[in-house]
């Protein structure tokens, strides 16, 4: 009994490691197409239409300390410069580009 157990466990661990892996890939691709022409590969916004545009630096303190929810808000519906992708993209593509910018603010 134990050993069923321990081996859903470990499968219920590893189904969640894959997922948010995929996540993670999913938010990087969606980001190199839709957000690194201005915000650039670190999200820094150091690129020449960034510069141009005056775009945000995902580094921020004051875009860190956005909750998920107040990101993704700001990403569906655009803010100052940035346009709207709320008609380009489905939620859960914004919730995996929320959660690639988490990773770019770690790095």
């Known amino acids: 009994m134990r050993s ?3 081996f859903l466990m470990a499968a ?6 894959s997922a948010a892996a995929h996540a993670q890939n999913s938010g ?8 690194q022409m201005c915000h650039g590969a670190d999200g820094k916004g150091s690129t020449p239409t960034g510069k141009a ?3 945000a630096n995902l580094h921020d303190p004051a875009i860190v300390k956005m ?11 655009g803010n100052k410069s940035m346009p709207a992708f709320g008609t380009r993209l489905t939620p859960p593509q914004i ?3 929320v959660s690639y910018i988490r990773v770019l603010q770690k790095q």
């Open 28 to 35: 990087a691709s969606l980001f190199q197409s839709n957000c």
């Open 4 to 6: 069923s157990t321990g």
């Open 53 to 55: 545009l005056k775009v």
């Open 67 to 77: 909750s998920d929810a107040e990101l993704a808000n700001v990403i569906g519906k």
């Open 95 to 97: 919730e995996s580009l």
């Open 12 to 17: 219920a661990i590893l189904c969640l490691f």
